[in-house]
């Protein structure tokens, strides 16, 4: 699944969360977070605390990967910075 907004994160912990016939308050438990977060996670809440999100995804088992784009050798600063990548004039 591709996650675009946290929205899509809370959608995969709920359906997760019910296919093991959890509650809110179970897993809150289970990932050592309080039951607030849980809900707020769940919702989509932009601001829910990293560190936070990341246990309970752990606990759940959720695995996550990134795809790193790479910029093409042959980009211009301004391609580079799109990229974030650093770059000198001097190279």
């Known amino acids: 699944m591709i996650?675009?907004?946290?929205?899509?994160?809370?959608?995969?912990?709920?359906?997760?969360?019910k296919s093991r016939n959890m509650?809110?308050?179970e897993l809150a438990v289970l990932c050592k977070?309080?039951?607030r977060f849980i809900g707020e996670l769940?919702?989509?809440?932009?601001?829910?605390?990293?560190?936070?999100?990341?246990?309970?995804?752990?606990?759940?088992?959720?695995?996550?990967?990134?795809?790193?784009?790479?910029?093409?050798?042959d980009s211009t600063p301004a391609i580079l910075a799109a990229y974030n990548v650093p770059w000198s004039v001097n190279k």
């Open 33 to 35: 977070v309080g039951v």
């Open 42 to 73: 769940e919702y989509g809440k932009q601001t829910a605390m990293l560190g936070k999100t990341l246990q309970v995804i752990n606990k759940l088992g959720i695995t996550m990967q990134f795809i790193i784009p790479q910029a093409p050798k």
């Open 23 to 25: 509650t809110q308050a």
């Open 3 to 17: 996650i675009k907004e946290s929205k899509d994160i809370g959608k995969i912990i709920r359906q997760i969360r």
